[in-house]
């Protein structure tokens, strides 16, 4: 399963943006790359994905890198509810063996908005 | 859209004893998921339905686990002989085919003593 790298943990301010970088160098072709967050207490949720091409949803925007060893999920106004782990996430939905289902979690960045 | 509901929500069990868990994933979602999750950690991909079919399962999924999803709509997902090293949040997602976002459930809690 191709790795992820995300720093430990961030802080940010309420209303501030916020960039949560994730490493992935040996991403193949065919690896979308998905963030989740997870609230405490409760089941993960999931933010957004994307291939090559940045992505914006109501949630948040996705920068990828050209090279696509890299990647920056944008929250673009911090609130206290986006306090939560994110988790950065590889799945490769076409690959040689017709894709995998799962989703390879690892131990996510915890981040903490201040009011 | 209810979302995915997990029952029970908290379990209790002593060492040794059985355990099942139930999950009902959203309407139409024809693709069902079972993670384990413990403390710190991220979820643990357990095991994976398509409608009734289970195609893929981990090695984490050991003899004494068992999924099913007989008619292709809940699962249960049951721990024979139950062990401390099981104590984790057992979560469940499902997927709505072709689409890539999985929808997680709240969890199960179980603690073995």
Redesign the interface.
């Known amino acids: 399963d191709a790795k992820t790298t995300q720093p430990n943990s961030m802080e940010s301010n309420e209303e501030e943006p916020v960039h949560l970088p994730c490493n992935h160098s040996t991403i193949s072709g065919t690896d979308?790359i998905?963030w989740y967050r997870q609230l405490p207490s409760?089941?993960?949720?999931?933010v957004i994905?994307g291939l090559t091409s940045n992505v914006n949803n109501r949630m948040a925007s996705l920068a990828i890198a050209e090279d696509r060893k890299s990647s920056t999920l944008i929250l673009h106004r911090a609130t206290l509810r986006d306090a939560a782990?994110y988790?950065c996430i590889l799945?490769d939905?076409i690959g040689t063996q017709g894709g995998?289902?799962?989703?390879?979690?690892?131990?996510?960045m915890k981040l903490t908005v201040n009011p | 859209d209810t979302g995915?509901s997990q029952d029970p929500r908290h379990k209790i069990t002593k060492r040794g004893q059985n355990v099942t868990f139930r999950c009902d994933p959203i309407s139409e979602h024809n693709?069902l998921?079972w993670?384990r999750q413990t403390l710190?950690?991220?979820?643990?991909?357990l095991t994976?339905f398509?409608n009734e079919a289970q195609?893929?399962k981990?090695r984490l999924l050991s003899d004494r686990f068992s999924a099913e999803r007989p008619k292709g709509s809940f699962s249960t997902l049951e721990i024979q002989r139950t062990e401390q090293g099981d104590s984790a949040m057992y979560?469940c997602?499902s997927r709505r085919q072709g689409y890539?976002?999985?929808?997680?459930?709240?969890?199960t809690r179980l603690t073995v003593l």
Do not use: C, D, T, W
């Not at chain 1, 409760?42 to 999931?46: A, D, H, I, S, V």
């Not at chain 2, 710190?40 to 991909?45: A, I, V, W």
């Open positions: 979308y998905h409760q089941g993960p949720e999931y994905h782990v988790y799945r939905v995998s289902e799962k989703l390879v979690f690892g131990k996510g | 995915v693709r998921y993670y710190g950690q991220g979820p643990e991909f994976y398509q195609l893929e981990s979560l997602a890539n976002e999985q929808f997680f459930g709240p969890g």
